[in-house]
């Protein structure tokens, strides 16, 4: 059972590009959780979503991040115009479907995205 | 949410155990406390959880207070891959059940060979 597999592991874009993320989360999840940790700070949450709905987006910035996680396919957190703000680690989590609260989330390795 | 307080920064030598506390007292009846931990340049990595009684599993134990106000993971012997910034985090229980981790500073443990 592969874990959860992010891509690219970097991603280099020159500021006002668009920054595409892609997670797939381990086999029978049906919960991804989004995370960014800037240089030498904490992680923080970004957004869940569970398959065809976004579950709670508190965390995502207003404006230029959005989030979707398809029927098919991987979850896709998608960062339009970057800025050199913006570089930092993102991290994608999975669940499985029941009692949340009682399992562990599993992490991939992350994705980290330099803006030049 | 339910926050939690760590020391920012333990020691340790390799080989003795450490122990790695956490104090949560507005924890609520039914939050689960969850330990994970971050390796350089690494995503975090799942370590232990519990709700009330005390667990133990192959990467180490947690003991929980009876008053659920505080806990402690203990690693039983350190080695130098354990070095890493270790997290305490109350699971959200709160309404809609997100289950998202709301991660705080964390204890970076240092373990000296």
């Known amino acids: 059972n592969a874990g959860v597999m992010q891509n690219p592991r970097h991603l280099v874009r020159r500021r006002g590009q668009e920054a595409r993320l892609r997670c797939s989360p381990m086999k029978g999840h049906s919960h991804v959780y989004w995370y960014r940790q800037l240089p030498e700070e904490g992680l923080k949450f970004m957004v869940y979503?569970?398959?065809?709905?976004?579950?709670?987006e508190s965390g995502m910035p207003k404006e230029r991040f959005s989030a979707e996680f398809p029927k098919e396919g991987p979850s896709i957190l998608r960062i339009q115009q970057v800025v050199r703000g913006d570089s930092a680690a993102y991290f994608c989590a999975s669940s499985p479907l029941a009692q949340i609260m009682n399992t562990e989330a599993f992490f991939g390795q992350g994705t980290r995205l330099t803006v030049v | 949410d339910a926050k939690t307080t760590q020391p920012n920064s333990m020691e340790s030598n390799e080989e003795e155990p450490v122990h790695l506390p956490c104090n949560h007292s507005?924890?609520?009846?039914?939050?689960?406390i969850h330990w994970y931990r971050q390796l350089p340049s690494q995503g975090p990595e799942y370590v232990i959880h519990g709700l009330t009684s005390n667990v133990n599993n192959r990467m180490a134990s947690l003991a929980i207070a009876e008053d659920r106000k505080s806990s402690t993971l203990i690693l039983h012997r350190a080695t130098l891959r354990d070095a890493a910034v270790y997290y305490c985090i109350l699971r959200d229980a709160g309404s809609g059940n997100t289950g998202k981790l709301i991660f705080g500073q964390g204890t970076t443990l240092q373990v000296k060979p």
């Open positions: 507005t924890i609520s009846g039914t939050d689960y």
């Open positions: 979503l569970q398959k065809e709905n976004i579950i709670d």
